[in-house]
């Protein structure tokens, strides 16, 4: 099975990197948005997993797979980061699998209400992953979440209950719904999971756990690589 590892930053899946996942000195080309390492062999009989690290937020991530899946095919796409969470019975750190994941802020404002691009008639803002964890490995348990794809970080009472009035996802990323996009434009069954590093809500940087996240997503993403897709 060949598969595509995707990341916005390195520093997401720096320990997947560490643990040999894509070979050690496998950097093809690197600029200052966007790095692509070539891998060698996880399993050594199997084709390599391979990543690619787009930069942060949507543009960089529809282009760099926009590019990147126009030469080369997949059987499965992986998106791993860090993510906000509205819901607070989502505790920090937890590994979670984005199911469903929104461009909330593609459409127009018409006064106090909000058209979506859809209701515009220019497209589609919803996307759904064409595949699940529980496909690849078993007895993980991974919750299920819906999320939305964002320009701006929420960080202000006022904008997270604007965007509650139309719509609740439960998480919330600045690249998902993107990946899931350009997957799905190129027939590539993904999935996305991960981690929860904070809670949406006035901004409170103090309060941010990474570095658990980072480590649980890591934790679990090394799994599902090494015991669960074959
Ligand atoms: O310091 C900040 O305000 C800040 C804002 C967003 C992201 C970061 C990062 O260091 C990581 C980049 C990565 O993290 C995802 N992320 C994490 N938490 C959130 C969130 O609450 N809302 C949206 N995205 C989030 C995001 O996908 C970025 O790629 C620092």
Request: charged fraction near 20%.
């Amino acid at each position: 099975m060949k598969i595509l590892v995707v990341a916005a930053t390195r520093e997401e899946i720096e320990p997947l990197i560490e643990s040999g996942a894509f070979g050690a000195g496998s950097e093809e080309w690197k600029t200052e948005q966007q790095e692509y390492l070539q891998s060698s062999a996880l399993h050594s009989s199997l084709p390599a997993p391979q990543v690619l690290i787009t930069g942060v937020g949507m543009t960089a991530t529809a282009f760099a797979l926009g590019r990147h899946l126009a030469t080369n095919q997949y059987d499965l796409a992986i998106n791993l980061g860090i993510a906000g969470s509205f819901d607070r019975n989502i505790a920090l750190g937890t590994v979670v699998e984005v199911v469903e994941d929104t461009f909330t802020e593609l459409g127009a404002e018409d006064h106090s209400r909000f058209i979506t691009l859809d209701q515009l008639g220019f497209g589609r803002t919803v996307y759904k992953t064409n595949a699940r964890v529980a496909d690849y490995i078993q007895n993980q348990n991974i919750w299920q979440v819906t999320a939305a794809t964002v320009n701006t970080v929420h960080g202000e009472e006022a904008s997270i209950a604007k965007l509650h009035q139309r719509t609740a996802p439960q998480l919330e990323s600045m690249e998902g719904a993107a990946f899931f996009y350009a997957c799905e434009q190129a027939g590539i069954p993904s999935l996305q999971i991960r981690a929860v590093s904070n809670y949406v809500e006035k901004r409170n940087r103090d309060a941010w756990k990474i570095g658990l996240a980072v480590k649980n997503l890591n934790t679990f993403a090394i799994e599902l690589l090494n015991n669960g897709i074959i």
